[in-house]
C-alpha cells in the first residue's frame, strides 16, 4: 500500500514552484516553508517526508514556518491530514516532531489543529537553534538545522 502511495507522490509532484523546500539531515527531514501556504502544499510536503526511503529509521521531522505569511486550507483538509499523519504513525512511531514559527496566528493554528492529531512529541520553537537543542536533548543525537 505505502509503495503504491508513494509511486503516486513522485508522479504528481507539483514541481519547482513549491514554497517550501526539503533537506536530510542525518536521520532526520527538515522542511522550510514561505509565503503563502496551501493545504495541498502542506500534505504534499508530508507526503514527500513519509516516503522518504529512509522514513522508517527517521528519529525527528523539523517544519520551519518562520517565513510563512500564513495557510490556506479549508475546515474538511484537517480530516485527510490527520489521515496522512496517522498512516505515517503507523510506520514510524519515534519520531519526534518540532515546529519553528513565531507568527501567534500559525501558532495557534498549528497547537489548536495539528497538535491533537499527532501522538509524537511536539516541540515549539521561535528558533532553528532552539529547536536543535530540544530535538538533541529528545533523541541524543546531535542536530544541525
Known amino acids: 500500500m505505502r509503495g503504491l502511495f508513494c509511486e503516486s507522490v513522485r508522479n504528481n509532484l507539483s ?3 513549491m514554497p ?3 533537506t536530510w539531515p542525518k536521520r532526520g527531514a527538515y522542511k522550510k516553508f514561505s509565503g503563502k501556504v496551501t493545504m495541498d502544499e502542506l500534505l504534499e510536503s508530508l507526503s514527500i517526508v513519509q516516503c522518504h526511503p529512509d522514513f522508517d529509521t527517521l528519529r525527528f521531522s523539523v517544519t520551519d514556518f518562520l517565513d510563512v505569511e500564513g495557510f490556506e486550507f479549508k475546515e474538511r483538509d484537517i480530516m485527510l491530514f490527520g489521515a496522512h499523519v496517522i498512516g505515517g504513525q503507523m510506520n514510524n512511531s519515534r519520531l519526534v516532531i518540532g515546529i519553528v514559527a513565531t ?10 489543529r495539528y497538535e491533537p492529531i499527532v501522538r509524537y512529541p511536539v516541540g515549539y520553537y521561535p528558533t532553528r537553534e532552539a529547536c536543535a537543542q530540544w530535538i538533541e536533548e529528545m533523541t541524543g543525537m546531535a542536530v544541525i538545522l
Open 15 to 17: 514541481g519547482s514552484n
Open 20 to 22: 517550501y523546500t526539503v
Open 103 to 112: 507568527n501567534p496566528g500559525i501558532l495557534e493554528l498549528l497547537k489548536t
